[in-house]
């Protein structure tokens, strides 16, 4: 069964960059899209971002100019990184699988990874 | 961007009572490969998300089958056929059929 688990600091002081790590276990790359998303304390779901095993990549265009996603193959981890955060970018994480075969289907998911900006 | 609307935001049911959720598109969820490309989340408190449903109505691997879900175009169901104390928690309706994914603003499920 393939498991997800995410890793990256947690506290973070606005302008510096936001990293996180999804580490796949028990599966392979080939065949998925590998997506992020965050939620704010209290608020909603906000997709990120995805990329593929080729390296493909699709951003929120409300991030876009800030984000990037990258992905090792060989040590089967996909990453995010975040510049110049603020306030506003405190979230808990996630990273989450999705199937070439049928788009939306979102599992396995992370654990989550709360990151607060704070001054 | 597709703005996705849930109604209701709260549902207070009893258990063994059925439950049923709305999601409404801002546009037509139907791909140009056919495919409409809508899935339903639910988050237990505590936990991260788990896919219930894809494509409208396909009850993803190890989903009970009490849950369903229906629709077409822009309009979307999720319906619970028999509460249980397990399924507490938010629900979310989430659209793949463009980019930026969207998500509707969940809707609370608790027990009377």
């Known amino acids: 069964q393939v498991q997800l688990q995410q890793w990256g600091a947690g506290l973070l002081k606005p302008s510096e960059t936001l990293s996180l790590t999804c580490a796949v276990y028990?599966?392979?790359?080939?065949?998925?899209?590998w997506s992020w998303f965050r939620q704010p304390p209290g608020k909603n779901l906000e997709w990120i971002g995805e990329?593929?095993?080729?390296?493909?990549?699709n951003y929120n265009p409300s991030l876009k100019s800030r984000v990037t996603i990258s992905i090792d193959t060989s040590k089967n981890q996909f990453f995010l990184k975040l510049r110049s955060v603020t306030a506003a970018d405190t979230a808990v994480y996630h990273c989450?699988?999705?199937?070439?075969?049928?788009?939306?289907?979102?599992?396995?998911w992370g654990q989550g990874t709360l990151v607060t900006v704070s001054s | 961007d597709i703005v996705m609307t849930q109604t209701p935001l709260s549902s207070p049911v009893t258990l063994g009572q059925p439950a049923s959720i709305s999601c409404r598109s801002s546009?037509?969820?139907?791909?140009?490969?056919?495919?409409?490309?809508l899935s339903w989340l639910q988050q237990r408190p505590g936990q991260p998300p788990r896919l219930l449903i894809y494509?409208?109505?396909n009850r993803f691997s190890g989903v009970p089958d009490r849950f369903s879900g229906s629709g077409a175009g822009t309009d979307f169901t999720l319906k619970i056929s028999r509460v249980e104390a397990e399924d507490v928690g938010v629900y979310y309706c989430?659209?793949?059929?463009?980019?930026?994914?969207?998500f509707g603003q969940g809707t609370k499920l608790e027990i009377k």
């Open positions: 990329i593929s095993q080729r390296g493909s990549t």
């Open positions: 028990g599966g392979s790359f080939s065949g998925y899209y």
């Open positions: 546009q037509s969820l139907v791909h140009s490969d056919g495919n409409t490309y």
């Open positions: 494509k409208i109505s």
């Open positions: 989430v659209q793949a059929t463009q980019f930026p994914r969207t």
């Open positions: 989450a699988r999705e199937a070439m075969g049928f788009r939306g289907g979102f599992d396995p």
